[in-house]
């Protein structure tokens, strides 16, 4: 039991620094194409990354390629509900995300996606989970946090920073969502799926709100491919996968460090600094990072 949390954890670990390092990616693919744009093309790169996937790991199992993997007509429902559930709640946060780092820094846009660590029990709620007195403790401080990362000494709202923050709440429901029908269906399937749904969810947007030019395209081609291949083909499956051998809970905290890793990548590769005021609240963001993780006193 301790070998596959241990073994689900590294998933976890490497899926957060891939995800980190994508920071930099979609903060400069803002700077050439639009949210749709960007994250429509990332999503179907990603999908399309995974089928040869499936099909190696299909080999490895000894077994035919099939699209299902399965012919139990219960599992492949399963499948195709948890990959379209997931896929409209990602289409949504990544949407987000990828408009709100478009008017912040890549390290705040980190540290304020991350606070899905606190809102994922907090939505526990709903579905009848305890909620223990360290975790309402993290809660408070991740919100002590994101006054000072959020509100200047003016008073005054980053746009970017609130959407950043919405995209949080709904990346906390991805992680739910991805809780429930991870254990039931095939990972790599599931993944492909939910990024073919993201895929097809973006594209209209994308001759309604945006005008793409290949200019803009050959620009921005590096960051949609590492978005592409990396966040999405690789990292999020590696969630899925991660998150079958690991709660919640835990999931989350491990996936917050891409906070850490969206910092340092955006001072290395953007040169970008936070004043004291944000890199105070980031440190109370990640106290509460660590707060949540604690476990329960016993009694």
């Given at each position: ?49 995974l089928i040869p996937c499936a099909a190696f790991f299909d080999r490895l199992a000894g077994k035919p ?235």
């Amino acid at each position: 039991m301790q070998q596959h949390q241990l073994k689900g954890s590294l998933m976890l670990f490497f899926c957060a620094l891939i995800w980190g390092l994508a920071f930099v990616a979609q903060s400069v693919g803002a700077d050439h194409v639009g949210a749709f744009t960007f994250n429509g093309i990332r999503s179907l790169i990603g999908a399309a990354f995974l089928i040869p996937c499936a099909a190696f790991f299909d080999r490895l199992a000894g077994k035919p390629f099939s699209i299902w993997g399965t012919d139990n007509k219960t599992e492949r429902q399963d499948l195709i509900t948890g990959g379209i559930v997931c896929g409209i709640v990602l289409t949504i946060a990544s949407t987000l995300q990828q408009i709100g780092i478009g008017y912040t820094s890549v390290g705040k846009a980190g540290f304020i996606t991350t606070l899905y660590i606190v809102i994922v029990p907090l939505f526990g709620l709903i579905f009848h989970k305890a909620v223990t007195r360290l975790q309402w403790l993290s809660v408070l401080i991740a919100a002590a946090g994101m006054y000072f990362i959020c509100i200047n000494e003016n008073f005054s709202v980053n746009y970017g920073d609130m959407i950043i923050f919405v995209c949080a709440c709904f990346f906390a429901l991805h992680i739910i969502a991805i809780q429930r029908f991870a254990v039931m269906v095939d990972g790599v399937r599931m993944s492909l799926l939910q990024f073919a749904v993201c895929g097809i969810l973006s594209l209209p947007a994308i001759f309604f709100y945006e005008t793409p030019t290949w200019e803009a395209l050959e620009a921005a081609w590096l960051p949609i491919m590492y978005a592409g291949v990396m966040s999405c083909g690789i990292a999020y499956t590696l969630q899925i996968l991660g998150q079958k051998y690991v709660n919640v809970i835990l999931a989350s905290i491990i996936l917050s460090m891409e906070s850490v890793f969206s910092v340092l990548s955006g001072w290395l590769l953007l040169g970008e600094q936070l004043s004291l005021r944000e890199i105070s609240g980031c440190g109370l963001v990640f106290a509460a990072i660590m707060l949540a993780q604690l476990p329960p006193k016993r009694q």
